[in-house]
């Protein structure tokens, strides 16, 4: 168990496969086109990386990156509506780079959307660049929409 901050009774440990119904909700509730209880499942057998935050009992936000041949990449990450813009989305960001880097990884890429304002600004801030832009890469609401993709190289500090 690791403690997110000493103020707040917040952990983060592993995923579980019981905690995916409670992770699927909240993914419901943000995003516009929501991953399925089964992408987590499989997820979770494919051995990627996945980080459930709570408190108490109460899931509250998760995180999942796959890490293969010296490169992770962050899949999803999430923080619950009420417990936002108080630093939990960065501190999950860090230990998920931290993650990264005991798993052997050199480089940490992102896709987002450009619509995700608040997503990219926390990622700018945790020293991510921009490096390209992948076309219609999204579903959305008329359409298709772009992704942006993000590196952030690991083992050194961000600009
Ligand atoms: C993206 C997300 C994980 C950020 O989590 P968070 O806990 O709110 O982020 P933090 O509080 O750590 O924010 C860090 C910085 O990001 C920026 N930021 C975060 N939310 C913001 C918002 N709503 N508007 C503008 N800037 C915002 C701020 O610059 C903030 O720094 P500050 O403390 O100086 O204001 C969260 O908004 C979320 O779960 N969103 C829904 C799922 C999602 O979009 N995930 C990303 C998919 S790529």
């Known amino acids: 168990m690791i403690a997110v901050a000493k103020d707040l009774p917040l ?3 592993p995923m579980r496969q019981e905690d995916v119904a409670a992770i699927a909700a909240l993914e419901a509730q943000s995003y516009d086109f929501p991953w399925t209880a089964g992408i987590f499942r499989d997820c979770l057998l494919a051995g990627y990386t996945s ?3 709570e408190r108490d009992d109460e899931i509250l936000g998760y995180s999942i990156m796959s890490v293969a041949a010296g490169e992770a990449h962050l899949l999803n990450i999430c923080i619950a509506p009420a417990l936002r813009r108080q630093g939990i989305g960065r501190r999950m960001l860090d230990y ?5 880097v005991a798993a052997g990884a050199e480089k940490l890429f992102l896709e987002v959307r450009p619509s995700n304002r608040r997503a990219l600004k926390v990622y700018r801030k945790a020293g991510f660049e921009i490096i ?3 076309r219609d890469y999204y579903r959305a609401a008329q359409g298709k929409e772009d992704a942006v993709v993000l590196l952030r190289r690991l083992g050194r500090a961000p600009s």
């Open 11 to 13: 952990r983060l440990r």
């Open 96 to 100: 998920m780079l931290d993650q990264a």
């Open 132 to 134: 390209g832009v992948r």
């Open 51 to 53: 980080i459930t935050l």
